[in-house]
């Protein structure tokens, strides 16, 4: 007897559809006394599903076939077999699962209505889902685009003034892992529980979402310290940059000269007024001079700082990347 299993969700009863008429269907009857019959049908069976581990997941389907109108001092339902391995061209599974193996067990059941044993064997069909087109067409894309926006958002790309905004980036990124999520929930069994397969989308949202509000952050700091041109404490340049290096500050020396020329004394005093406006407007622009070189060295020491800080957040957000892929990609 040829038959094929069918998952049902939605129904409860075993439907049985057969394939010959009534007038086809004949007996082999030996000289022995033994009569054969056979009876080709395609059998429906329920058969619940546990998807938590979907798209890995292996089910194991209970066919229980039996007589329920005659006990077991009657009829004696047996196997001849204990257990089924698939053969190719004659019970296989198809594109989407994989058969382990059938396993008969025979077992007694007491009816305590009819106050009666019942023979009964159970099949016991072990079928693995095949995983290969969730993982290229959903695991593996959503990966690939979780490691573009974490390149894109970390990766330093302007050495002069603001940092050009990665936001933007950021926020196609996520709308296309949106779209991933909502094909997923398409594709995905409906059931109490989030499966595997969609506990790894959520990981990936949560880890490009905290990239996104890290890479925020840098930007609203970059902003600030641009602006406001302010030095960076010792403690971050020593801890970032490892520089312990102190800034020598150069003083101006007066340098005072002495003449033994007599000069008449209202030459001394337009010597001594132009002497002190040169002075004057030296210090003036001295400090000039040292207020922008301050600012800008202030301003690359900030954008050395930064960067470094992107390298530090483009590793560790990689790093969350590859141990969520590595925990639910099996």
Same mark, same amino acid.
């Given at each position: ?97 994989? +058969? ?5 067990? &025979?077992?007694? =059941? ?5 106050? @009666?044993?019942? *023979?009964? /064997? ?116 020593? +801890? ?5 290096? &102190?800034?020598? =500050? ?5 340098? @005072?000269?002495? *003449?033994? /020329? ?69």
């Amino acid at each position: 007897m040829s038959s094929s299993v069918n998952r049902k969700l939605d129904s409860v009863s075993i439907s049985i559809d057969e394939l010959l008429d009534k007038d086809l269907q004949m007996a082999d009857l030996r000289y022995s006394g033994e009569i054969r019959t056979s009876l080709p049908a395609v059998v429906s069976s329920p058969c619940p599903l546990r998807i938590e581990n979907f798209p890995y997941d292996v089910q194991m389907c209970n066919i229980s076939m039996g007589s329920w109108s005659f006990d077991k001092d009657f009829v004696a339902v047996n196997s001849s077999v204990d257990i089924i391995w698939p053969q190719k061209g004659r019970i296989e599974g198809n594109s989407e699962w994989e +058969l382990i193996s059938i396993t008969m067990v &025979r077992s007694d =059941n007491y009816d305590t209505l009819l106050e @009666s044993w019942f *023979s009964e /064997v159970t099949y016991i069909v072990t079928l693995k889902r095949k995983p290969v087109y969730y993982v290229l067409v959903i695991q593996a894309p959503t990966f690939i685009l979780c490691t573009i926006t974490i390149f894109g958002l970390f990766t330093p790309n302007s050495n002069e003034d603001e940092r050009l905004s990665k936001v933007e980036l950021c926020l196609n990124m996520f709308a296309a892992i949106s779209m991933m999520l909502q094909l997923v929930s398409d594709m995905m069994p409906k059931a109490s529980r989030l499966p595997l397969l969609g506990n790894y989308i959520i990981a990936e949202v949560f880890v490009v979402t905290a990239a996104t509000i890290a890479a925020i952050c840098i930007q609203q700091v970059h902003h600030h310290v641009y602006m406001s041109a302010i030095r960076p404490p010792n403690w971050l340049r020593c +801890l970032v940059l490892c520089d312990f290096k &102190r800034r020598r =500050n150069d003083s101006v020396s007066e340098v @005072s000269t002495t *003449s033994s /020329v007599e000069v008449p004394e209202q030459a001394i005093q337009s010597f001594t007024i132009l002497k002190t406006s040169l002075h004057h407007t030296a210090i003036l622009v001295r400090d000039t001079l040292q207020r922008m070189s301050s600012v800008s060295e202030n301003q690359l020491l900030w954008l050395k700082i930064l960067d470094k800080t992107d390298l530090l957040c483009l590793f560790l957000f990689q790093a969350a990347n590859i141990v969520v892929t590595v925990v639910y990609w099996r």
